[in-house]
């Protein structure tokens, strides 16, 4: 009666949403739903009604747990900004999991500043899509973001292990927390999966600097299992018959595979050589000693329920509680089985003798070894099944990826083989350090020495044959090599024009080596083109500066230039003041070009050029062919790239030649294999390009678009017109900051309009008859890098 009393609009669709909201999501959201209007309709009707048909469906989708908060976040907007409570209601729900409830309502004044300059900016800012956005969404989250510290943490791990280690954000769901304090605190999102750190993306545990503090201890712990060799355990030392090895696996997993209840066996291990590490650590760093006792004062002490567990994990807590704290929980015996409190005080020595000088994984997997009969015995008291690892330990060597388990299966094998021929393996075999810190290599000297080692029979594994596929659409993977999936995958930024500001890592771009095509393109070419291909190649052999330039007549130099010599002596006798330039030099004349050719692959590029009967496809790979050809004959360094795809995260990046390519007949056929895909997300394809010709050391870089038209992705809704402009000019301005020059040749007759404000005077040409891109090519790059 008071919403049809306020607005009858507001009342009928109310009337018609109410029972859905009920059924779907309980009497007390659908009252409060109602409560949100009334309160709506006293103030501005017109909010009311959208509210009426906004709220519903945005309700939905928000987690149950969070929509109360929903409803209370937009009532606050309408009692405080009316104006913006539609955009609150339609774009707050991803700020709910992260801000309490002052957070929310700061945000919310924050996203109203912007609504009445641009309700675009305001619904990206409060997605938290926009990087204004994003960054005050840190700074209203409680704790301390890994972003704040992740480049110092990773210097702090590197200084602690000697080697390069990457610190990286922890994905969701990244692992259990189990019974082990430490781990609980973070809910089980840091782990090591021995080459990189995981870390959570944010510790609120403390919601103050004692969150800075644990980061930097988790790193610490994490690190310690690589600077002190927990990988390097050596299966061949310790007693007894274990399984044969599988690829990519360590002797560790084959340690716990090989005992049969793997969980438990795990959590068993961490609790020695948890205890071997942090004394270890403790000894080498006494301020990180202070950290650790800091960050255990603070943690609790109260001993979780353990008379549910069985004695086996009873056993496997009580040490892991012991091994952190240096005692177990005060009110953990009277919930403790009475076999597994024995087995745990019979175990006390050998946990303590972890902490000695000189403990190594192996006194650890032996210790594991000797308690292993009395654990399994456990196994028998109690009723249902052991839970695998009940402590959730910090390393987790299963997480490695295909390239980490290959390059540790490398080393694996060469140290076996070392063995074999008697020979010491002067590095730890598994990326951990050596034996003696003062002794340490570099694993990237060590990976080194490890190439120029033969695989027994030929090749020691396969990589790019363990690499999965990436989830692309059937269509950009047609044509790439069936062996290989993505060799590279990255992030980027895109820039959204509509709010003035970047959309941070917006696009995901996924590298796809091409295959070789059947030869036929490459002799269509070559019978073609023959005669033009040789008169290229003569041309721009023609243009390869000489090696050593002489010049003379220089008053610094090689030698004596024995010409000015004797003008000096003549003109001394003469009666004249000599020149001093009396020397020659041979000076160093190299062209030192890196230059990309970055073909547009979209559908468009499969239209036939009016009257040739061949497609903008097939003449722009023919122009490419013949560059080629001439780029080569001059000796410059030049890869040859395409791109497509379909959405923001879906950019496919196919690789035909790179720079290390020799220009042979593979990499012809894979240009020839070049085919049209789908759409062309200009941007993203050029920021990866960038990124890539950076890495190639020369003094110019060159980055040659070959587009038939303007920027469009249609897997994206608003990647069109400017936005995909203004996108494209956004990248080519990053590339230009970055010493990249990017020139565009197109085909489109009627892309003047938007490739001048796209790519800037001088840095487009448009060929209006697509047959002439052979011959206009190799002119255009001649004038380019001259």
Known sequence: MRLARADGAVARTWLRNVGAVQQALGGDLARAYGDLLVEASERDPAIARDLAEVVPDQLARVAPRQRRRFLVAVGWAVQVRPEVAVTVAQHLAPALEGLDEDGVRRLILQGAALAGENPAKAASFLRGESGAGQEARAALEPGVPLSALQRTLALYAAAHCGQSV??????????????????????????????????????????????????????????????????????????????????????????????????????LFFAFEDRRIEAALRRDYPGLARDLDAVRAHLPTSAPDLGHLRPADQLAALLAQQAWAGAVWPDAGGTVHAEAWRAFQAALPELEAMGQPGATVQDAAHA??????????????????????????????EARDAAAQAADERALLARDRAREAGREVPFSV???????????????????????????????VDQAASRARPDLPATLLEGTDPLTAATGEAVYPEWDATIGDYRPAWTRVVELPLRRGSGAFVARVGAEYGPQIRSLRRQFEALRPQELVLERARPHGDALDFDQVVGAWVERRTGTSPHDRLYVRHHRHRRDVAVAFLLDMSSSTNEVVSGGGKRILEVAKEALVLTAEAVAALGDRFAVWGFSGYGRDQVAF????????????????????????????????????????????????LLILLSDGKPLDCGCERYTDLYAQEDTHRALLEARRRGVHAFCITVDPHSREYLRPMYGEGGYTIIERVEALPERLPRIYRRLTR
């Open 654 to 701: 196919y690789l035909a030649k790179d720079f290390s390519d020799p220009w042979d007949t593979a990499a012809r056929e894979r240009v020839g294999a070049m085919s049209w895909k789908m759409e062309n997300r200009d941007g993203a394809a050029i920021r990866h390009a960038t990124r890539l010709l950076l890495e190639e050391p020369a003094r110019e870089r």
């Open 430 to 460: 598994a990326r951990g350090a050596p034996a003696s810190r003062r002794s340490r290599a570099d694993y990237a000297e060590a990976d080194d020495w490890l190439s120029t080692l033969e695989g027994p029979g030929g090749g020691q």
């Open 166 to 267: 990457q610190v990286e954000p922890s994905p969701a769901g990244g692992g259990e927390a189990g019974l082990h304090p430490l781990r609980a605190a973070v809910g089980g999102q840091a782990w090591t999966d021995g080459h990189v750190i995981r870390l959570p993306a944010r510790i609120t545990t403390f919601q103050d600097q004692r969150d800075a503090l644990l980061y930097r201890v988790l790193t610490a712990l994490c690190g310690g299992y690589l600077e002190h060799g927990s990988l390097d355990l050596d299966l061949s030392s310790l007693p007894g018959t274990w399984p044969a090895r599988r690829p990519g696996e360590l002797d560790l997993q084959r340690l716990l595979r090989g005992l049969g209840h793997r969980g438990l066996a795990r959590d």
């Open 368 to 397: 594991l070894l000797r308690l292993w009969p009395t654990a399994e015995a456990l196994l028998g008291i109690g009723v249902g099944a052991v839970r695998p690892s009940r402590v959730a330990a910090l390393l987790r060597p």
